[in-house]
């Protein structure tokens, strides 16, 4: 039975195991540097400055881009939340606030979301929801938590331009029922997006208070598109 | 011999083009150019705001894509040409958020930049957000709230990339001094803020 035992991990014997084990592995970071080039040497030798830099401004791109389409179709991926980048939201926050402009708000007597206020009602707001989220307990990151609630707005910028459109036409009952649905449908598929990846790094139970802040955010920027006149 | 002569010729002429480009007094033009160029427009722009355009909205969003050019450009390239840091942010498998510092030793590559260049690069690092931080109490005080949120994202996009080079150059001195004052207390709390972010 001994000898048995001893035939069969007759070959450990020989393993070593030795103090140092080298580490080895590639983390690959599509953020505009990689950290596996140190071994290459590959972006700090280059010939001209145009060549890399065009690669890296083509990576950042292609990034943005992806995200976009990973909130059309929110399903839990691990793009939005492992290769954040803050861009997206910065042009989505640009966007809306562009789009809210040109209405009644535009002189100052007027109530109305002015620009500077949809810039601070949206990183502000991503903010404090942020915080909420990492005071109840979240795994999520600071910045994975912006990127993810500021890609989650495409739905309502997409909703302030079909809004725009409508209003061209006129602003009666029939465009004003028009824009309550589109906005109702942006708005829930804004919040269903953002809780698709927020919610899951919370204990259960706690998932609801993670979820109505959102809901107040996403349900404060629809009310401005939703409420929003053109001048006449 | 004549062959001994010759490859000597090749080496000095080879020599000589390192020795040109290590003295130059400017190794990356284009670099330092832009690392200035973005930063300073938008400071312009900001004081001459009201000639520009009468819009406030304009105005934002033009000192915002100049500062978001500028914090592009310095985080990703000028960083790594003039000085040799950089910095980023992975996560890792876990979904735990990781923050990498790196400082490139000096001797592993002569395409470092030069003195000069490095006086630019921090210069133009530390002088702009001060000047934004000017701004911000000459709005405060005037009480110009709507220029102060431009202030704000300006300052929080300018002090991003001066943190994150501070946090690289302790990273890199450590090395040499051990325990100097910033290198350690820097990285025994290595995580002060981006332990919360």
Redesign the interface.
């Known amino acids: 039975m001994a000898d048995e035992a001893n035939r069969q991990f007759a070959g450990l014997s020989d393993v070593s195991i030795s103090e140092d084990i080298p580490v080895e592995g590639d ?1 690959s ?1 599509p ?3 990689s ?1 596996s080039n ?1 071994q290459r040497g590959g ?3 280059f010939s001209t ?1 145009d060549e890399p ?1 065009k690669e ?1 401004i083509l990576r ?1 791109l292609r990034a943005v881009g992806s995200k976009f389409i990973h909130v059309l179709y929110p399903k839990r991926s691990s793009v939005l ?4 980048d803050l ?1 997206g939201p ?1 042009l989505l926050c ?1 966007t809306l ?2 789009l809210l ?1 040109g209405g009644a708000a535009d002189s100052e007597d007027q109530g109305g979301p ?3 206020e949809v ?2 009602i949206v ?1 502000f707001g991503s903010i404090i929801i942020t915080l909420n989220s ?1 005071l109840l307990g979240g ?6 938590s912006l990127c993810v609630l500021g890609y989650c707005i495409m739905p309502l910028t997409a909703a302030m331009a079909v809004c725009r459109i409508v209003l061209v036409g006129g602003s009666g009952t029939v465009s004003f029922t028009v824009r309550l649905v589109v906005v109702t449908a942006s708005f829930g598929w804004s919040t269903f997006a953002s809780t698709a990846f927020l919610a899951d ?1 919370q204990p259960a139970g706690r998932k609801s208070l993670v979820v109505y802040p959102v809901f107040l955010f996403y349900f404060v920027i629809g009310w401005m598109v939703l409420t929003f006149s053109p001048s006449q | 011999m004549a062959d001994d002569t010759e490859d000597v010729e090749l080496d000095f002429a080879a020599d000589e083009q390192e020795r040109a480009r290590r003295s130059a007094v400017i190794r ?1 033009p ?2 330092s150019f832009f690392h200035l160029f973005f930063r300073v427009v938008a400071i312009v722009a900001y004081l001459l705001s009201d000639w520009i355009s009468e819009n ?2 304009s105005c ?2 033009l000192i ?1 894509t100049l500062l ?1 050019f500028d914090f ?1 450009s310095v ?3 000028t960083g ?2 003039l000085v040799g840091l ?1 910095w ?5 498998d876990d ?3 990781l923050w ?1 510092f ?1 400082a ?1 030793k000096a001797s592993h ?1 002569n ?1 470092i930049g030069t003195e000069a260049e490095a006086r630019i690069f921090w210069l133009g690092l530390i002088i702009c957000p001060l000047i934004w931080i000017c701004f911000f109490f000459t709005s405060l005080f005037s009480l110009k ?2 220029w102060l ?2 202030v704000v ?1 300006s300052i929080s996009l300018q002090v991003a990339n001066l943190y994150g080079y501070l946090r690289c150059k302790a990273v890199g001195e450590d090395g040499q001094h051990a325990d100097s004052f910033t290198g350690q207390h820097l990285l025994q709390r290595p995580d002060i803020i981006f332990g ?2």
């Open positions: 983390i970071v953020m505009g540097s950290s140190r972006e700090d030798e400055l830099v890296t950042d939340l492992r290769d954040w861009w910065l640009v606030a562009l402009q002015q620009f500077a810039f601070v990183w990492k795994t999520i990151s600071f910045f994975q790094n | 990356h284009l670099a406030f909205a934002f969003v915002i978001s592009w985080k990703n390239v790594r040409l950089r980023w942010n992975q996560i890792d979904g735990k958020s990498v790196e490139k590559d395409n709230i709507k949120s431009l994202a919360i972010l």
